[in-house]
């Protein structure tokens, strides 16, 4: 099969480049975080991102929600820092509690009082979703 040349984004697709070789140092750097003891496990992470350069902060920055999901952490703290070589990386634990829903590690476990024992997003979800037919009837 030829491709559609229409469908093609190619900043689309450098961006992609740009943030799974991020990935790549991440998860690097997580290894190493486990063979000291400070994490178990990746969603048990936090990242700590120092960049040094406007523009790569920027293309960060931007992207920031989506960062934890993108490196399979739990969260991602973002700084500019000009003493940082391009980025500099450092993984500790993560603050918070483990959602038993997500698996991540948040800070709002417990904020909805219709669902303490999950975090805000997950309280979100199971708010939203569908009602069985056994939840309507009287």
């Known amino acids: 099969p030829t491709p559609d040349a229409s ?16 990935r790549e ?3 690097a750097e997580i290894e190493k975080a486990r063979a000291a003891g400070r994490i178990k496990a990746p969603r048990e ?22 960062l934890p999901v993108i ?9 500019q820092e000009a003493s940082a070589n391009g980025i ?11 959602c038993p ?9 417990g904020t909805d009082k219709a ?6 997003r997950c309280a979100v979800a199971l708010e ?3 009602k069985t037919m056994t939840e309507v009837q009287p």
């Open 25 to 27: 140092l991440v998860l």
């Open 115 to 120: 669902w303490p024992e999950v975090c805000g």
């Open 7 to 22: 469908l093609m984004d190619q900043k689309l697709a450098d961006d992609w480049k740009i943030l799974l070789s991020l």
């Open 71 to 79: 490196l399979g952490v739990s969260q991602v703290d973002l700084s």
């Open 101 to 109: 829903r997500c698996w991540i590690y948040k800070t709002d476990i």
């Open 45 to 66: 992470a936090r990242a700590f991102l120092r960049i040094h350069g406007d523009e790569l902060e920027a293309f960060y920055q931007g992207r920031e929600t989506q």
């Open 128 to 130: 939203e979703r569908p």
């Open 88 to 98: 500099d990386i450092d993984i500790q634990k993560s603050a918070g509690e483990k």
